[in-house]
């Protein structure tokens, strides 16, 4: 919920309660009965407060999943940016700033803009998080270190944070991705024969066409010369 509608909220419930004080003790109730109205008046008012807050949840997320077109279908990647931003001036809890930064990081990603997407991934506290949203802060990390070259942040933490990502390996959905880092990884450690085999594996599984960017990337990178490195 917005600060500004929070504050306003909090501040209603003061004035309701304030209100229904004095009046019960202008009409004479005794002390029990008055404080057992505003135990009352307060948890309806904790169980409004929830209510709204989800409403609010679901409506933001809402806004979110449908701003997708324009990333996927219009390929609009500086609109995206821009509305996820607005999105973002307004929302204080901490896993939901990072998946609007992680969805921001992703559209430069996207625009192979690598350094602002490192920027924005830098915004995210990823140790304040927990569960998905930690192990995916840090798998974004990873990739956009990678891209960079910058080899070293990349691998510690595919190292410091390997445990973690092991969990991910059964979801179908960041299998591919997690794939993509897996071969980043070996290329940085200079096993090229293990980093072809993957990525052979790879490209049979999820790039038929041979249009995926990540892979004819990862392609690139280990056709190369050494000395390139």
């Known amino acids: 919920m917005p600060l500004k509608l929070r504050y306003i909220y909090v501040v209603l419930c003061a004035v309701v309660m304030m209100t229904v004080f004095f009046l019960l003790v202008q009409l004479g109730y ?3 009965f008055i404080l057992k109205s505003e135990i009352i008046t307060a ?9 709204i807050y989800r409403i609010w949840i679901k409506m933001l ?15 609009n990647y500086d609109k995206y940016i821009e509305e996820n931003e607005l999105i ?17 990081s992703n559209a430069y990603c996207e625009k192979r803009d690598y350094k602002m997407a490192a920027r924005k991934l830098m915004e995210i506290d990823c140790e304040k998080l927990s569960g998905s949203y930690e192990v995916m802060c ?25 445990s973690k990502f092991d969990k991910l390996r059964n979801n179908k959905e960041l299998e591919p991705f997690i794939a993509v880092l897996n071969i980043f990884r070996f ?17 049979q599984r999820w790039d038929s066409n041979g249009e995926n960017s990540d892979l004819k ?10 000395r390139e490195f």
């Open 187 to 203: 290329i940085a450690e200079d096993n090229l024969e293990k980093a072809n085999g993957i990525l052979f594996i790879a490209e």
């Open 61 to 75: 997320l809402n806004k979110i999943n449908s701003l997708e077109s324009i990333i996927k279908v219009d390929k």
């Open 43 to 51: 948890v309806i008012f904790a169980a409004l407060s929830v209510i």
């Open 88 to 104: 973002l001036k307004r929302v204080r809890p901490e896993r939901l700033r990072a998946m609007i930064l992680m969805n921001i």
């Open 217 to 226: 990337h990862l392609r690139r990178l280990i056709n190369k010369p050494k």
């Open 30 to 32: 005794d002390f029990e």
């Open 138 to 162: 840090y798998l974004y990390r990873a990739y956009v270190f990678f891209y960079l070259g910058d080899y070293g942040s990349a691998l510690y933490i595919m190292i410091k944070y390997g």
